[in-house]
């Protein structure tokens, strides 16, 4: 899978921050969009609901680094191995850096993923509080995953065949690294990881 140019994702970024003008109306105060980099994720206004049964507004998360990735509950493969790797990325950090970084996890089932699955969820893979998982309509999944440049499709089995990305945002939401690397830890997107922290 190759990133999409800047210029391309920012210009489904203005697309999707157009579309969703009505439902920032809605939501949480946020930093307005126009204080936001053209390229940032925050830029999205998507209805996602935490662990806890709570709304969260991605823009809520700016100020720090933050790791991203999307999984399903029920995977039984390659999700677990995203939840292990970022575990051990943010262990590569020292302690007061690692303190710094938060994990945003997004569901692509959220037939399946209620909240209560998701509260399961994190507690079977040991998510402290720096992590938050998420999950959304089909509609404000696909444009997530479009703009995180994941992609994914259910199966007939009712698994999903998807990427394994996991992506680093800087503190304005912008992607700052990405890897594919499951079971250790990148060094790069450490690298870059701990220059942002």
Known sequence: MTDLPMTRRGAVLALMAAAHAAVAAQAAPAPPVSTLPG???????PR???????????ASMRGAPLIVSM????????????????KQTRMALPPDRRE???????????????????KETAAA????????LVRASDA??????????????RLPSGAFNHSSAILLLDRDGRIAARTGKLGEVDPQFVDVLARLA
């Open 71 to 86: 999984f399903y509950s029920s995977c039984d493969m390659v999700c677990p191995l995203i939840f292990e790797t970022i």
């Open 48 to 58: 996602i609901v935490d662990q806890d049964g709570h709304a969260v507004d991605l």
């Open 100 to 118: 710094r970084v938060h994990v945003l996890m997004i569901s692509f089932d959220p037939e399946r993923d209620t909240v209560a699955q998701l």
């Open 125 to 132: 893979h040991g998510c402290d509080s720096h992590w938050t």
């Open 140 to 153: 404000d999944v696909r444009q997530i995953a479009a703009v995180l440049g994941v992609q994914y499709r």
């Open 39 to 45: 390229d940032s994720v925050y830029r999205l206004r």
